[in-house]
């Protein structure tokens, strides 16, 4: 007898083989009938399996196979129906037709809008706080700023104040302008 | 578009591919009438093919249904990259390894024996080979059957189709990774350990 019996491994790919075509048989398979028995075992009771699984098929008589298609092409056939009767159908109607077709559904759907749209309200009411609180705090920053201005701050606050007050008094000195000018 | 590559002779037919698409076009131009064709083409290879991941013919029948639903609503998706036949296999791969996972199946996978005779369908008991030589010789073979499918059941959905696919439906390695997104390397590997696991649940066959 030549070498080893087969590994579990090799008597898989006998029966199994992942490759397509023939696979060559070993040497030690042709000689030793303790591997010749487990390959051929293993191989039995897969085709056995096969066997049945074709035999099922076969035994189906037209009868099933008729009344599978009617079965399919029924489904199809109204699913195709609905499909039409949507596109048909305008939008608004078939809107209408669909909460009066699930009232529960409509109904449970305007709440849950409103129960968003109160939601929203009170969280914007709470943030909104927020910026009139800041803006207050602005205010009383700008009337205490005097108190805290330097002499330099002071000085520019006092030359802008002019530059506005001769601007205001523009029309009246405009009388002293040449006529040109005017 | 070419085919993906790997697709069967069967699949790849230039004058099977021209008809094919030809009627897609009426299917969805909005005539319902003319995926008929494909139904009556395909229905025993789907149906097969289901009924050899599952192993109870109503859920096989359910599901080959669902599959053809699924087809025909999908059917403006389909590009015409693949041969319909390739596309259908994915959709059947795809549904099958969804329904796997949702739910127990009503009969065990593995309880091959009463699985399919269904009350309430027409579908006939499964041919149970025998081959009368003794009553101790067809009870083996039922424990043998009963064994495989408990091994089957132990692959996850996925290897399940693979080894299907490759060893009970002899597809090539190329189609069944058209047929389940997957490439050629990954097929084998799959099948591979697939193989292995069963071995190692057929221990005791020896």
């Excluded at chain 2, 109870?56 to 087809?71: M, P, R, S, W, Y």
């Excluded at chain 2, 065990?108 to 081959?131: H, N, Y």
Aim: aromatic share 6%; hydrophobic share 40%.
């Amino acid at each position: 007898m030549s070498g080893r019996h087969m590994t579990e491994e090799e008597i898989v790919n006998r029966v199994f083989p992942v490759d397509e075509g023939p696979a060559p048989i070993p040497m030690h398979q042709a000689v030793c009938p303790e591997c010749q028995q487990r390959v051929t075992k293993l191989r039995e009771a897969f085709l056995l399996d096969r066997g049945v699984v074709t035999g099922v098929i076969e035994s189906l008589p037209g009868d099933f196979w008729a009344a599978q298609r009617r079965a399919i092409l029924g489904r199809i056939s109204e699913l195709a129906a609905v499909e039409a009767e949507e596109k048909a159908t305008p939008f608004p109607a078939r809107f209408t037709r669909s909460i009066l077709q699930r009232p529960a559904l409509a109904f449970g759907s305007l709440a849950a809008a409103l129960a968003l749209v109160a939601g929203l309200t009170v969280l914007r009411g709470g943030t909104e706080s927020g910026p009139a609180a800041g803006a207050a705090t602005v205010a009383a920053v700008t009337a205490s700023e005097p108190a805290g201005l330097s002499a330099a701050d002071r000085e520019d606050d006092e030359l802008l104040r002019s530059v506005d007050s001769v601007l205001s008094s523009e029309a009246s000195h405009e009388a002293l302008l040449p006529e040109v000018m005017r | 578009m070419n085919d993906l590559p790997g697709e069967s002779s069967r699949a790849a037919d230039p004058g099977r591919r021209e008809r094919e698409s030809e009627i897609l076009g009426r299917v969805r131009a909005g005539d319902p009438e003319a995926f008929e064709y494909f139904v009556k083409t395909y229905q025993r290879k789907v149906f097969r093919l289901v009924y050899t991941l599952v192993r109870n013919a109503a859920e096989a029948d359910a599901l080959t249904q669902d599959i053809f639903v699924k087809a025909w609503r999908a059917v403006g998706d389909f590009k015409g990259e693949a041969a319909f036949e390739t596309w259908l296999n994915r959709i059947a791969v795809n549904a099958v390894r969804d329904s796997v996972r949702r739910r127990k199946p009503v009969v065990s996978f593995a309880d091959l024996a009463a699985a399919e005779e269904v009350e309430g369908t027409d579908l006939p008991r499964a041919a149970e080979p025998t081959d009368g030589t003794s009553p101790e010789r067809d009870a083996q073979s039922r424990q043998i059957r009963r064994r495989i499918g408990e091994a089957l059941e132990a692959l996850s959905p996925r290897q399940r189709a693979i080894f299907v696919m490759k060893h009970y439906e002899e597809r090539s390695i190329a189609e069944i990774g058209a047929a389940t997104g997957i490439d050629d390397g990954t097929v084998k590997s799959h099948l591979f350990r697939a193989a292995r696991k069963l071995r190692q649940k057929l221990e005791d066959l020896r």
